[in-house]
């Protein structure tokens, strides 16, 4: 399978594995759809690791090779008008990218990237993972401007990711930027060497699946739902988010340090 999906305790693996550059291709994307929905339907996988097979990179972005079928303009104007998934759909059916930007998910995803994360792969770094490593030849990039196709930089809301000015280099002049642009740019969390790459993904994704998965879950979603809320709107949702997130640790035993009483006090 082009994306492999392991678990091994609660750590899931989420590999795009198609050669050497890791070419997306229609079907792939229904199934990382399909991987991405049974990662976040199971509780006993607190987080991910997202990468490309082992000496590959990350992703270079769509198979521009691939020719898509001929489809009328009534097919056309479905496909554009609804997201609905028919039976006579086949895998490489066009709208399973977008689909995937529509998924809520409330589990953390790192990225442990080498290599080229182009276009498509630039996408689904930013939209997909919430941490970021890479090594040292890692290689990041929008170049669709250059062929023509736009709109990309706003679809990511990327000056959310990284200030305005690097968005803007990024969306308008099709350039790769470097793994020290990617550090200097706030776009990615550490640069590791590429024989480290692994074990400190492996390293963080443990970090992260021993903390109380309910308390990591309430922290990502305030934070999603809260960047597009007034503050006064995050404040009240957040107030009865956290209250539910120290209720569900009370009820699997675990007490905030706030709320032990020392015996000397």
């Not at 990468?51 to 691939?66: E, M, Q, T």
Request: glycine letters at 8%.
């Amino acid at each position: 399978m082009p994306i492999r999906y392991e678990t091994d305790g609660a750590i899931a693996t989420i590999t795009i594995d198609n050669g050497r550059l890791s070419i997306m291709q229609p079907q792939m994307h229904k199934e990382m759809h399909r991987v991405l929905t049974e990662f976040s339907a199971d509780d006993a996988v607190h987080v991910a690791i997202m990468k490309g097979a082992d000496g590959c990179s990350f992703c270079a972005g769509d198979d521009l090779k691939w020719k898509p079928e001929d489809p009328s303009n009534r097919t056309m104007l479905e496909r554009q008008l609804s997201t609905a998934k028919r039976r006579s759909d086949p895998p490489a059916r066009p709208g399973w990218d977008q689909e995937i930007l529509r998924l809520e998910r409330f589990k953390p995803i790192i990225a442990a990237v080498d290599g080229y994360a182009l276009g498509q792969g630039f996408m689904m770094l930013t939209h997909l993972t919430d941490l970021r490593i890479c090594t040292p030849d890692a290689e990041f990039g929008l170049p669709e401007v250059a062929y023509g196709m736009g709109g990309i930089g706003g679809l990511l809301r990327l000056g959310r990711q990284m200030p305005h000015t690097a968005a803007m280099w990024c969306m308008l002049t099709a350039e790769r930027f470097s793994a020290e642009k990617a550090m200097e740019w706030h776009y990615v969390n550490e640069i590791v060497p590429r024989d480290d790459l692994a074990g400190r993904a492996r390293e963080i994704a443990e970090k992260v699946a021993s903390l109380p998965p309910l308390a990591v879950r309430v922290e990502m979603e305030s934070y999603q739902r809260g960047m597009d809320m007034s503050r006064e709107d995050a404040v009240i949702m957040m107030g009865h988010l956290y209250r539910m997130s120290v209720l569900g640790g009370a009820l699997e035993g675990i007490t905030p340090a706030f709320m032990t009483k020392k015996k000397d006090d």
